[in-house]
């Protein structure tokens, strides 16, 4: 959900929300002030309008008692003066913050409230109001009181009236609480929507905001192994989600950084050990030519030659060098061009086998590609990749009788070159990684051997940089096999 959204919604619920649960709290105020009324006064079909207006309220407290004094007053008016029927009935009142009042002539003759005189003194003459259980006087002192007034005549011919004296304090009060109770249940809902409000609007984005907050704390003090556990639909979770995304890298690049620098350090620790020992000997045979060792034609020419091979074993370890560099940084120079297949590998096995010939180690050619196969690529770095495969070789090489085999084969689209020795071989588990750079089977062996350990690692980036692939398949104490693939070249003919 987009934060305009969560703000709209926001926005509906504090208006809307209020009012429908202060509606729903009045309604049930006001049902539950009718039943009490009921309950208590004995008032029927109570209506808001006379809960608000007190005076009709007032007037239907004592409806029911009073249609009961004027029936008494109309049909039995002696028992209007008998004690015990008014002490009974003015407790009944009492409940009703009421209370009963009988005057026969001009005295009083009953009355239920002590204290009272004003009230006494104020009360309406025989004949002044109608007799109805609706109607009453109101009389604004400083009691307010709502006098309602049946007159009677006793079998004796003498005037009386029996009044009902309501307080508009004590119904009033009932209003108060009334209305203090909806005052109360308002303020309620508010505090009660507002803290919803804050529990979600906090859940659904100040939380998340924390998260991202302790997230750039991390990565500012260089700690990026966590993770940003920000999820969601809105703006906040895609921030999160992008934030993520930024740590993850940051993380790959620092790994990749530290891991580069660890390969750098083995290079030039590689480089180092496998310069030192051709140098040695060049140091070596010079001091043997200065010092008169080499003190016949063909010793010299054993000790020059030798500083030769020498000298050429460190321009091939500076020659990978650079092109490692090269690599590094995608700038290895190429110069693709047609290439016919029989007539490249022809040469490429004449130039090798010399140099495997002096070695003892015998090398058997076979070409099954057709005479006039093109291939496109760049003699010079395919030349590398035949030379770093078959110096492998050479180098691992155990057996007493040694050879290698080169085979050229058509596979459809591609040419298939395979270059197999019988060497030591390459353990299951060291296969894999052979192509990672300054990956060792086996690090004292190499050692020995010498090699800078990224030779198949520039092998491989010049087959994908062709378009091809390498890959191998060894057994220990048998040998290993070389595989790779170059894509033929194919004229596309225009349509006639």
């Known amino acids: 959900m987009k934060i305009k959204t969560k703000l709209v919604i926001s926005f509906c619920i504090m208006i809307f929300m209020p009012m429908l649960l202060a509606g729903m709290t009045v309604f049930g105020f006001y049902n539950f002030q009718v039943h009490t009324l009921e309950q208590t006064y004995g008032i029927r079909n109570a209506d808001a309008y006379s809960l608000m207006y007190s005076v009709k309220l007032l007037t239907r407290y004592t409806a029911s008692d009073f249609e009961e004094i004027r029936g008494i007053a109309h049909n039995d008016p002696d028992q209007l003066l008998q004690v015990d029927f008014l002490r009974e009935m003015n407790d009944d009142l009492q409940q009703k913050y009421s ?34 259980s609706h109607t009453g006087i109101y009389i604004d002192s400083d009691h ?35 209305v203090m109770g909806g005052i109360v249940s308002v303020v309620l809902i508010l505090l009660l929507t507002a803290f919803m ?27 990026l192994d966590f993770s940003v556990d920000v999820t ?24 990749e950084k530290l891991r580069n620098e660890k390969e750098n350090r083995a290079l030039i620790s590689n480089i180092a050990h496998d310069l030192k020992t051709p140098i040695t000997a060049v140091k070596g045979y010079a001091e043997g030519i200065i010092d008169g060792v080499a003190n016949t034609p063909e010793k010299v020419d054993k000790y020059i030659r030798t500083i030769y091979n020498k000298a050429n074993e460190m321009d091939t370890l500076i020659n ?24 490249y590998f022809k040469d490429c096995v004449e130039e090798i086998g010399l140099d495997l010939e002096a070695k003892g180690i015998g090398l058997s050619y076979y070409n099954y590609a057709m005479p006039d196969t093109l291939i496109i690529a760049d003699p010079e770095q395919l030349r590398r990749v035949i030379n770093n495969i078959i110096g492998n070789s050479v180098k691992y090489m155990n057996k007493t009788e040694k050879f290698i085999n080169i085979r050229i084969k058509d596979v459809g689209d591609f040419i298939q070159v ?22 060792r089977t086996d690090a004292s062996r190499n050692s020995a051997t010498g ?25 220990e104490d048998s040998g290993t096999t070389m595989y790779f693939v170059i894509r033929k070249y194919q004229e596309v003919k225009a349509n006639e």
Not at 104 to 132: C, H, M, R, V
Not at 232 to 255: A, H, S, W, Y
């Open 320 to 343: 990978e060098l650079t092109l490692y560099s090269k690599i590094d940084t995608n700038r290895i120079p190429y110069n693709f061009a047609k290439i016919n297949v029989s007539e």
């Open 99 to 132: 209370y009963m009042v009988v005057r026969k002539g001009k005295k009083i003759y009953f009355n239920g409230e002590t204290g009272n005189q004003e009230i006494l003194d104020s009360l309406p003459e025989y004949g002044t109001t109608d007799a109805a």
């Open 144 to 178: 307010e009181i709502l006098v309602k007034q049946a007159d009677f005549v006793l079998t004796s011919g003498k005037k009386g009236s029996a009044f009902i004296v309501t307080s508009c304090n004590g119904t009033v009060s009932e209003l108060r609480r009334l």
């Open 197 to 223: 409000m804050v529990i979600w609007i906090y859940r659904s984005m100040i939380t998340p905001i924390r998260k991202l907050q302790a997230a750039a704390e991390n990565i500012k003090e260089g700690n």
């Open 451 to 475: 090699g800078s350990g990224i030779g198949l690692s520039i092998v491989k980036k010049i087959m994908e940089d062709h378009g091809g692939k390498i890959w191998a398949t060894s057994k």
């Open 418 to 439: 395979e270059i197999e020795d019988n060497g030591r071989g390459i353990a299951q588990k060291d296969l894999p990684y052979i192509f990672d750079r300054f990956y």
């Open 232 to 255: 969601g639909e809105d703006e906040i979770g895609e921030l999160g989600v992008t934030f993520e995304e930024m740590r993850q890298r940051l993380k790959d690049n620092t790994e």
